[in-house]
């Protein structure tokens, strides 16, 4: 297994077509164990086509970050929110950490640019892989973050960048899910119920992707797609969410 060196290993390290020092300087970090940063970027893919590369993949640090971030989150939500219930604090928790935001932040962060993938992983940009890859990479920055500079950097860090959204999910009402907000919205400013259509299903059976049309009363408002009819009907939800800027 590879070990993770106390102090850069700047042959290798220099062998990298990227300077981390521009991440440091986009996260606001300094990093005493520049590995540590390093290391939150590389893909188990990565090391498909380069098995002699002195670091290990990402999916400790991962693990170790999101442990921290739902530690912080959840200390934050306890504390300045006495009045709410244990319900109301987990969804907003939830969405403040699930892979769509941490997916957004990640690319805000310019953490992308920075991933250390295959050459397939590389050119597949757009896909929902790419997603969680970047969410799986933002964990692992915050685990790599807590490890070079303790848990008061790393609570600074999530105050700043995911905690910061929080007033945001709050006044849209993000922490619902797109199905139930689209309903509460619809119901709120039209009087009407949200009806779900499928409009196409396509695909061999072990890899269907179904096409979802929402509509209010007879009109079309948004389609969503996905591998499953739930999961095309949450995204039909979030697109007509977008539509009528609920």
Request: with cysteine; aromatic share 8%; glycine share 6%.
């Amino acid at each position: 297994m590879r070990r993770l060196n106390n102090l850069t290993n700047k042959n290798n390290f220099m062998t990298l077509d990227k300077d981390f020092k521009d991440l440091e300087k986009k996260l606001k970090v300094s990093f005493v164990n520049q590995d540590l940063l390093v290391n939150s970027c590389v893909h188990c893919s990565y090391l498909n086509e380069h098995p002699g590369f002195y670091l290990e993949h990402n999916e400790r640090l991962e693990f170790l970050g999101d442990a921290v971030l739902e530690l912080v989150v959840t200390d934050h939500l306890y504390r300045n929110h006495p009045d709410k219930s244990e319900g109301e604090l987990t969804n907003w928790r939830a969405s403040l950490v699930n892979a769509n935001i941490l997916a957004e932040i990640a690319q805000g962060l310019g953490i992308e640019e920075f991933l250390l993938l295959s050459k397939g992983e590389e050119k597949d940009k757009n896909s929902k892989a790419r997603h969680f890859i970047l969410a799986n990479a933002m964990e692992a920055v915050i685990g790599a973050i807590y490890l070079d500079q303790g848990l008061e950097v790393a609570d600074m860090f999530i105050e700043e960048n995911i905690l910061s959204r929080l007033p945001h999910i709050l006044k849209h009402k993000l922490y619902l899910d797109p199905k139930t907000r689209l309903q509460e919205a619809a119901q709120e400013h039209l009087g009407v119920t949200p009806i779900y259509q499928v409009l196409e299903e396509s695909g061999p059976d072990h890899a269907k992707v179904f096409k979802v049309g929402v509509y209010f009363n007879d009109d079309m408002v948004a389609v969503g797609e996905g591998t499953s009819k739930q999961e095309a009907q949450v995204a039909a939800a979030e697109n007509a969410c977008t539509v009528k800027e609920w």
